[in-house]
């Protein structure tokens, strides 16, 4: 496990914001619960979540649509499956 530095934590917050604020309330719980226990690896799968639009971002989030393609792992299934836990 890799400690985010206060840099990289201000940057991931930054990344994290989304035009939808159901999707900002989502993520910023999740952040709130998790941020410290981040790996690389999970900065890395959410940078894979935040690429997605806002409303393709809420589907999945509110379980509406599962993860396919790039975004089915294992990983970000865990992560997904957390944040529409909060």
Do not use: C, H
């Not at 941020?35 to 971002?57: H, K």
């Amino acid at each position: 496990m890799s400690g985010l530095t206060e840099l990289e934590r201000t940057r991931l917050r930054w990344r994290a914001r989304r035009g939808l604020l159901e999707n900002d309330l989502i993520i910023t719980r999740y952040l709130d619960a998790y941020e410290t226990q981040l790996t690389d690896e999970d900065v890395d799968a959410l940078a894979r979540l935040f690429e997605l639009g806002d409303n393709d971002l809420l589907d999945l989030l509110l379980a509406r649509k599962e993860p396919e393609g790039e975004l089915d792992t294992p990983r970000l299934r865990a992560i997904i499956g957390k944040m529409r836990e909060l």
